[in-house]
């Protein structure tokens, strides 16, 4: 071992662990590295607090957090993700990771080094609860009686874990459950798939194939548990496929009494209650072989977690083969952790099952709870959107396209049925990837609201739909004024940039703001700035052949120049200016209607810029305020989606614009899109700048900028950053007025704390403290705006999508989670007529109502349900 190994000790300085205790955790550490089945092994035995080591404690949630991801666990990747939490330099650096790895031999003796880890813990618990015990007597407070059963509490606590049931075989659960019977009465076609025992439904699917996630998903007592043991005994009694069944809803012995009354035709409530005849007990005894012989497990463990799942699931898949796996059900799963909500909880364990299917390559199913939706409506059908956890939004949402830049509505994305579109996602780094948007969807009729951020970005949501805060995705209905919002710093160039030719971007910018291109009107362009007219004229001339024509208005000091077409319009010949822009979406907007075309959104970084610098010496405004001591740059236009898109475009240049809404009476509101704090106003003026005469008042705003040491910057980090500082200087033993010092500001006590910090001050405290979190922080692709106001605006139609992957997309300029169903190839929602009529005419009928189907069409399978034998079958049955 080398000496870098004793940087990771436990609290005190010394490390005192004993040498056998080293050696174990040393040698199952080394040995999850080594090997997955490894990993798999120890998690059923372990728990990160049975290792006395700290550091190791560190070292074995970082494996098991990749491996919950699905990613590779070695001592190249646990290192990067120590590093990324900022722990490397607490576990002993990469080298003791190596020399974990060089502490152990075999990996397949990892469950044996973890036994003797957990019977160390358990003695280390038992002596603190010995002493624990000892100072309760001692101290003689309280109840006699609330005193032992706290002590019987502590030695419970003690073994906790260590004697949990576990996943059984039918023929080792077949007979308990025999004598529970007894007792109560005592009182009183060829497929490729794994087959569901339904014909109609196989037909449709072929059976359930490797790797797929499958949800069955029903409101309560509708029976999608039954439906989930029908498909496991037609699977493992008919067909000898090994399947696992884990029960967070139902125990063992219940399970095999309805496997029991199902496979033997006797009624569940015979069993149940004590009423078994002669001709049951027959028919159970001659069904108890068969049952007995079938390679089908339970689970029916307490507070199951993925993770528990994902290790019993590879350790069946290894010794038995495993064929299927069935999880009832999501919402009563835990992660053992604590979590920013329990939509995003069960949304994790969605992606955890669809890694798990693909691992294993096996089918797995989910069952899931439906929302209220189906009660809500009259048939009360249950729909894809009655699944998902997260929220939705309205039609009208504009949604960030990665493949060509431009922005694309919910609505438009359902009519048109695009799928597989890449849009920009946020990463687990905070950075802007390209992630597939698989598809939109309706989701009903429900109550929207409209969040404001004080950027002047507005959304239209349901109350539950998820937006981004520092503590982590939060509801809607949660957030209040002030809370601060993720939403995008910068956006990339697009994946497939589009250059456009020159000429039609420079006249598209001057018509856009300056020009009138009504319908049955001469098309127009006027300003009062010679340069901009020469740079339309000579446009126009070059790209269409056009001559302006100009007409001078002395008394309002403005040319107008009208570009005719340059032949006669006969014969259904158009002005060719006309027919572009018609081509474009444009011709016969009037101002207020005018937006940026698709066109520019796609083209190089570059020829945006073109396009912005044209566009700002139209209605944009660049000047100095000495009285201020601070630039004023902004674009003005009453064409609120127009103010949208520039402000969209500046983020291309890591610029975040504000957007003003101006109001007069009797006049219609204007919107000012404005750039602000030194830094993204020098931002434009180099990298952008404006056409014509403004761009001289654009030089000398640069140059007063470089001579002024601050000015407004609203690009800061929420100050709860300032916990993750605190913490970093604790563990390097630094005080805080030494940071202070180090940082190059003036000491004041605990009001550095209160204020949010700049990026680059952040930046400047991550390279003191060498934290790859804060810097991570510093350099991420999230601009923090705050909440403004929420306000109702009544029921809409409303809409989701699924984003593969990061689960998150970018909405009229915000970061918005998506759906829980994203991660399902197929989903069955069970819908019974008779649980909500009594009279219905549809009494014993089921709908199988195939609603997602990633590899084959959906459609609706009938059945019947025999809810005495707790069973559904075949319509013909």
Known sequence: ???????????????????????????VLGAMLMSKDAIADVVEVLKGRDFYRPAHELIYDAVLDLYGRGEPADPVTVADELSKRGEISKVGGHVYLADLLASVSIAANAGYYAEIVRDKAVLRRLVEASIKIAQMGYQGQGDVTDIVDAAQQSIY?????????????????IEPAIDEIESIANRGGEMSGVPTGFAELDELTNGLHSGQMIIIAARPAVGKSTLALDFARAASIKHKLTTAFFSLEMSQTEIVM????????????HIRGGKMTEEDWSRVVRKTAQVSEAPFFIDDSPNLTMMEIRAKARRLKQRHDLKLVIIDYMQLMSSGKKVESRQLEVSEFSRQIK?????LQIPVIALSQLNRGPEQRTDKKPMLSDLRESGCLTANTRVLRADTGAEITMGELLESGAQNIPVWSLDEQHKLVAAPMTHAFPSGTKPVFRLTLTSGRV???TANHPFLTWDGWMPLGELVPGARLATPRITPEPLDPLSMDEDELVLLAHLTGDGSFVKRQPIRYASIDEANLQAVTEAAARRFGITGVRDEYAAARVTTLRLPAPFRLTHGRRNPIAAWLDDLGLFGLRSHEKFVPALVFQAPTEQVATFLRHLWATDGSVRWDDKAGQGRIYYASTSRRLADDVARLLLRFGIVARIKTARKNGYRDGYHVIINGAQQQKAFCERIGVHGARGAKCDEVYMALTNICANTNLDTVPRDVWDLVRTGLTDQGMTHRAFAEAMGTQFCGSTMWKHAPSRERLGRAATLLADPVLERHAT????????KSIEPLGEQPVYDATVLGTHNFIADGIIVHNSLEQDADMVILLHRDDVYDKESSRAGEADLIVAKHRNGRTDTVVTAFQGHYSRFVDMQH
Not at 9 to 18: E, F, K, L, N, S
């Open 780 to 787: 991420s692709d999230v601009y923090w705006d705050a909440v």
């Open 1 to 27: 071992m080398s000496e870098s190994s004793h940087e990771a000790r436990p609290a005190g300085g010394i490390d005192r662990t004993p040498p056998q205790d080293l050696a174990a955790e040393q040698s």
């Open 258 to 269: 309805r496997l029991l009354s199902a496979e033997a035709q006797v009624p569940l409530n």
């Open 459 to 461: 959304i239209e949501a």
């Open 355 to 359: 890694l798990l299917a693909k691992e």
């Open 157 to 173: 606590e003690v073994s906790e874990g260590k004697t949990s049931d576990d996943y059984k075989p039918l023929s080792v659960l």
